[in-house]
């Protein structure tokens, strides 16, 4: 079974642009988790996408957003990128209803310069 | 609101001996209870996890236990090894299936 993949492995930006960052569920899977973990720190929970909706979203400004599809992947889009946003983004995928455990992709280290 | 706190923030221990770290929860809803491992530049894998109707759990060398009333939970590690060397995570569940998580504890195994 294959495992929660993400694309880029690595994202350089420079600071006032757009990021979009993207998440491919474990088949199966319905929701979708994104957590942002910068260096060396824990993880801060971003977003929850379920059956397509957003379910619930961390603290954190509006230009952090994204949306799910219809096949159950996700992209998560960052606009007007500061320095700070640097860090390493995780997907994480859950199965659905009566199941907590959640699953984790790689990430993706993004850089802003 | 929900909160997880976990302690100590680091821990370095010789290899060989046990390493244990502590969780305290503040919803007394919740009813599960995962510990995650993150390797240097790895993801984060669930390495064992508990429900609140059972007050330990084991796998070879790692046990979790659980006090409800307390509501504190705990990771014990034994016989320590260098690859034990990682970043662990604890997590309560919250409301609608959500994990609360704790800050993470930096695990050093010294040869």
């Known amino acids: 079974e294959a495992g929660v993949t993400q694309s880029p492995t690595h994202l350089i930006k420079t600071r006032g642009q757009q990021a979009t960052l993207r998440c491919s569920p474990i088949s199966g899977h319905t929701s979708v988790y994104w957590y942002q973990q910068a260096l060396g720190l824990g993880l801060q929970f971003l977003l929850w996408y379920d059956e397509g909706e957003e379910r619930n979203r961390g603290n954190f400004p509006p230009r952090f957003s994204g949306r799910q599809f219809p096949n159950y992947s996700s992209e998560l889009n960052v606009n007007a990128l500061e320095l700070e946003d640097s860090a390493l983004y995780l997907c994480?995928?859950?199965?659905?209803?009566?199941?907590?455990?959640?699953?984790f992709g790689p990430g993706t280290r993004l850089t802003v310069t | 609101g929900e909160n997880v706190e976990q302690h100590p923030s680091t821990l370095s221990v010789q290899e060989g001996d046990s390493a244990v770290i502590k969780c305290t929860y503040s919803d007394s809803a919740s009813n599960y209870f995962p510990w995650y491992k993150q390797e240097l530049g790895k993801r984060p894998q669930l390495i064992i996890d508990i429900r609140s109707n059972v007050g330990e759990k084991k796998d070879q060398r790692i046990a979790v236990t659980l006090n409800k009333t307390a509501k504190h939970f705990s990771l014990h590690i034994t016989e320590t090894q260098p690859e034990d060397s990682a970043v662990y995570f604890c997590?309560?569940?919250?409301?609608?299936?959500?994990?609360?998580w704790g800050a993470g504890t930096k695990l050093i195994i010294k040869p």
């Open positions: 997590a309560a569940s919250g409301s609608n299936y959500q994990l609360i």
């Open positions: 994480a995928s859950r199965i659905g209803l009566g199941h907590y455990e959640q699953y």
